[in-house]
């Protein structure tokens, strides 16, 4: 057995003399043990969030999404849509015009974001699991239906049943006119669509998103092969950054072919900025935690002061010294680490199993906190708990080091 670990292990197991000194080990223990857990549980909850989002997004968002550089819209010949679905791994491509209208039903309007797709849309069953109320149907025997949200639902009073009650759609007939003669009959473009269904996502989808037909878009509109975006959807998710790749090359630098992660950029690089700061504070505390190691060891280097003398005259130098009290560091430091790790594994396996911590809000998408464990989380917060003890345990272990021997 390594003898400065053999020393370290002595001294933790048998202190009977000083109490106080033990006192302050099962504290700095505590301390660590707490904090290791703490910090593996908020990792976990930011990783479950992180997910949730990205499940979020699968249901409304294409795996790839082209739009152009600059402006809002481009041509988009069939010559070009060739082109992206000869690339390898792509299964389907939606074409896609979006706008902000005006919706009104009975007595009610309000400004939504329309989303004109073709038929390929309903194909891919994005929407399949998140239809609360009727169906997903676009367009049948030439009528052009409209899938709404939730939230667009509720304050219209939308009514799927009343088929003789459409929703009006209106836009600016004059889109190039800086200016808008609201009492022109002809200032907008009308058209009716019948509700057929009602889908539920986030609310940020619900209260602002409909889906109509694209060719009632393209009329309502007043365009021909002019695009918002193209989302294209890949067989194989592995695939994902190859085809966004060729994709790229084949459009050139006039377009942005962007994946889920990168359409939702800023708000995924709050919850890892979010993350981080949690991280350090955390970290932090842990240091704080770990100052009570540095107390212990300096006091007990005061009490073990004569068995420093006897190790000298036994042939020991400084070197091996400073080892039995960085190992008496460690002792007390892994030992609290190893179980604020089963502690904080075994929480966050409870949270995914039985979700004990509801969100405590009425209507959510999920009863329970999200959580996901990562072993990269469990890795960097051991490696921080050894970096913060070495730092607490070096300066009284370089003290017992240098105790004077008469």
């Known amino acids: 057995m390594n003898f400065p670990f053999f020393i370290a292990k002595r001294y933790f197991f048998a202190r009977k003399k000083t109490s106080f000194i033990s006192l302050i080990s099962m504290i700095s223990m505590l301390g660590v043990g707490v904090g290791t857990m703490a910090l593996v549980v908020v990792l976990s909850v930011f990783n479950g969030l992180e997910d949730f989002q990205r499940g979020l997004y699968k249901s409304f968002d294409a795996d790839l999404k082209v739009s152009p550089k600059k402006g809002k819209y481009f041509n988009c010949p069939p010559v070009l849509l060739q082109k992206i679905a000869k690339v390898q791994s792509v299964e389907s491509i939606t074409q896609v015009i979006e706008e902000n209208v005006l919706l009104r039903y009975r007595d009610a309007q309000m400004v939504v974001n329309l989303k004109g797709v073709d038929e390929s849309f309903l194909k891919q069953e994005r929407l399949k699991k998140m239809m609360i109320d009727g169906h997903a149907i676009l367009d049948d025997n030439g009528i052009a239906y409209s899938i709404v949200g939730s939230g667009i639902a509720v304050k219209?009073?939308?009514?799927?049943?009343?088929?003789?009650?459409?929703?009006?759609?209106?836009?600016?007939?004059?889109?190039?006119?800086?200016?808008?003669?609201?009492?022109?009959?002809?200032?907008?473009?009308?058209?009716?669509?019948?509700?057929?269904?009602?889908?539920?996502?986030?609310?940020?989808?619900?209260?602002?998103?409909?889906?109509?037909?694209?060719?009632?878009?393209?009329?309502?509109?007043?365009?021909?092969?002019?695009?918002?975006?193209?989302?294209?959807?890949?067989?194989?998710?592995?695939?994902?950054a190859n085809v966004q790749d060729k994709v790229q090359e084949i459009l050139g630098t006039d377009y942005i072919v962007q994946n889920q992660d990168e359409q939702h950029a800023s708000l995924l690089r709050a919850i890892k900025i979010e993350k981080l700061f949690v991280f350090l504070t955390l970290t932090f505390i842990i240091g704080i935690a770990s100052f009570n190691i540095f107390f212990s060891l300096s006091m007990l280097a005061i009490e073990k002061k004569e068995d420093v003398k006897t190790l000298y005259a036994m042939g020991a130098d400084s070197r091996m010294i400073q080892k039995i009290f960085l190992s008496e560091g460690a002792i007390v430091a892994f030992t609290g680490a190893i179980v604020g790790l089963v502690l904080g594994f075994t929480l966050c396996w409870l949270q995914q199993s039985y979700g004990f911590v509801s969100m405590g809000i009425v209507g959510a998408l999920i009863d329970a906190y999200p959580v996901k464990m990562q072993f990269s989380d469990f890795f960097f917060t051991t490696i921080v708990v050894v970096v913060i003890t070495l730092l607490a345990s070096y300066f009284p272990a370089k003290r017992a080091a240098n105790v004077e021997i008469v």
């Open 156 to 240: 219209l009073g939308i009514d799927i049943d009343a088929f003789f009650t459409p929703l009006e759609v209106w836009y600016p007939r004059n889109k190039q006119s800086k200016t808008l003669d609201f009492y022109a009959t002809d200032a907008f473009n009308k058209q009716n669509l019948v509700p057929a269904g009602i889908f539920a996502i986030e609310q940020q989808y619900d209260d602002n998103y409909i889906y109509a037909p694209l060719s009632f878009a393209q009329n309502l509109f007043e365009l021909n092969n002019q695009r918002t975006a193209i989302e294209i959807k890949v067989a194989n998710e592995e695939e994902t």
